[in-house]
């Protein structure tokens, strides 16, 4: 008989969480410490969503978004998850820029990038002060006409060199474009200029297997494998979800699951006003990522100057189209040494992303797309061959992840990596507007993205559920 990942589980919740991406997460302990009955539903075999990792023969693991997360990190897992997951938080030192028209090493925060910008890229420094505090001073509330390149064009013009050092790594971090507006840019780039790069020492394995803990310990119920086919709604308020077959009542659902999926396949669209649906379908998906992952042979070691992060590319400029095009120019290197995992084997890893296009994998036949991939594998050896030398010969497993591999693990719509633009952060924030009990929590209009701003809105809406459940009463069987 097939395994019922729902034994024991009870008729009715306070709140139902579903999806365990950050946010869920986030939301789901939050709550329970609060001592609201919560259940969290994911349907993959493992909780963390994107925040995920996997293992290959030869004790290697492999993370798929541990690249690097702004400082906020480590003050927003002591706040809402545990000093000891919090204490693993460490700083990458060694970002790397290589590409035709600079090569440098940085630790990526304001003092050094201000030292960069006045004596490599020969910027006046009342000029780089000007521009750090218009990004410092930036919020959601601000004129969201100006675009990222429009504020580039008024502390740097013609600068096309400085849009590449500025940009590139957040491009990377967020799936943010010069098109989009400049408080996108802004609000990110400044938590990352005020202390650097972060990473969490230990890999996602350990870090999910705490916060699953730390999640029991406050008394979440938390299931895999379950599969959330609907929400209930009854009378403009939410009465449960179906899953696995069953209906489990509850008075709020946090969705976590893609912004689209949450509003047309999970409650559909009849249940909301005309005007809410029209923006709901004008909100745009943020773009995927392909990766290539690759395991260095035990014995073999690879210098820690090789960087942690390498942003490397070569492209003549920077510009958005060739970032996500298929034919492939700029790659992120992370560097993942045997201090990633200190308790672990110790391994070398590095793994290669690069944003990219769900068109161009989405309907590949079989033989197409495998043909694809190995083809992206082969690019990107060759593209490494230049920081790590023979490394075909130093690599003992590697294979590769496309849009296609993000959306079958999340169900993301169109593998999105990053949520969605902008405008999806005003649909997410007005779903309870039009339904009680419904809200969403989980990468949206790129501020909220990222393992940084996942956690985070996975807070802020935790805080709105525990007021909403306070004010309401139980609803009646039916
Ligand atoms: C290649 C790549 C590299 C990245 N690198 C970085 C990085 O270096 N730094 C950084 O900060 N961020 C990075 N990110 C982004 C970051 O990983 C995400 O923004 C963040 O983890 C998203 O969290 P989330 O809470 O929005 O949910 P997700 O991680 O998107 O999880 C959503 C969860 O909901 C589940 N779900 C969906 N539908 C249902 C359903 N119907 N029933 C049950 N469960 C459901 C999914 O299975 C999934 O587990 C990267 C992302 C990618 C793809």
Request: glycine share 8%; proline share 4%; aromatic share 10%.
């Amino acid at each position: 008989m097939p395994k019922d990942f729902l034994a024991g589980v009870q008729s009715e919740y306070d709140v139902v969480v579903i999806g365990s991406g950050l946010a869920g997460m986030t939301s789901a302990n939050i709550l329970g410490r609060a001592g609201h009955r919560v259940l969290l539903l994911e349907q993959h075999y493992k909780l963390g969503g994107l925040a995920t990792w996997f293992k290959r023969p030869g004790g290697h693991t492999f993370d798929i978004s541990l690249h690097g997360f702004p400082y906020g990190m480590l003050k927003s897992c002591k706040r809402y998850w545990n000093d000891d997951i919090a204490s693993n938080i460490v700083q990458l030192n060694n970002i790397r820029f290589d590409n035709p028209m600079f090569s440098l090493t940085t630790t990526y925060n304001r003092e050094d990038f201000t030292a960069l910008l006045e004596s490599h890229f020969k910027i006046p420094r009342e000029t780089i002060v000007q521009f750090f505090d218009t990004a410092r001073g930036m919020n959601f509330y601000d004129d969201q006409s100006l675009s990222t390149r429009e504020l580039f064009h008024k502390f740097f013009p013609g600068r096309e060199d400085i849009v590449r050092l500025l940009m590139e790594p957040i491009t990377y971090a967020n799936g943010s474009t010069l098109e989009d507006p400049a408080i996108t840019y802004g609000i990110v780039f400044s938590n990352f200029m005020a202390k650097g790069v972060f990473i969490y020492e230990g890999g996602t394995d350990d870090l999910v297997s705490k916060m699953q803990a730390e999640m029991t310990r406050n008394g979440v119920d938390s299931r895999i494998k379950c599969d959330v086919s609907k929400i209930l709604v009854q009378n403009g308020k939410v009465r449960g979800v179906e899953v696995n077959g069953k209906q489990i009542r509850c008075r709020a659902v946090v969705s976590n699951s893609n912004l689209r999926a949450t509003i047309f396949n999970l409650v559909g669209q009849d249940h909301f006003d005309p005007k809410f649906v029209q923006d709901a379908q004008a909100v745009r998906l943020n773009n995927s990522s392909t990766q290539v992952y690759m395991a260095i042979k035990p014995g073999v070691e690879i210098p820690e100057s090789t960087g942690d992060l390498l942003f490397c590319s070569t492209a003549n400029a920077f510009r958005t189209d060739l970032l996500l095009d298929r034919n492939i120019t700029s790659r992120t290197f992370s560097f993942y040494y045997p201090r990633t995992r200190p308790d672990g084997k110790q391994r070398h890893a590095i793994v290669s992303s690069t944003n990219a296009n769900w068109s161009d994998w989405a309907d590949l036949d079989q033989q197409a797309y495998q043909e694809s991939k190995k083809d992206l594998i082969e690019t990107t050896l060759d593209a490494l061959e230049k920081y790590v030398p023979n490394c075909r010969e130093k690599i003992e497993w590697v294979e590769a992840a496309t849009p296609r591999t993000f959306h079958h693990y999340t169900k993301h719509v169109s593998g999105a990596s990053f949520g969605t633009k902008f405008e999806g952060l005003g649909v997410s924030r007005g779903l309870p507007q039009q339904i009680q009990g419904l809200y969403h929590a989980g990468s949206v209009g790129i501020i909220m993205s990222g393992w940084l701003g996942a956690i985070n809105y996975g807070v802020i809406v935790s805080n709105e559920v525990d007021q909403m459940l306070s004010k309401t009463a139980l609803p009646t069987p039916s």
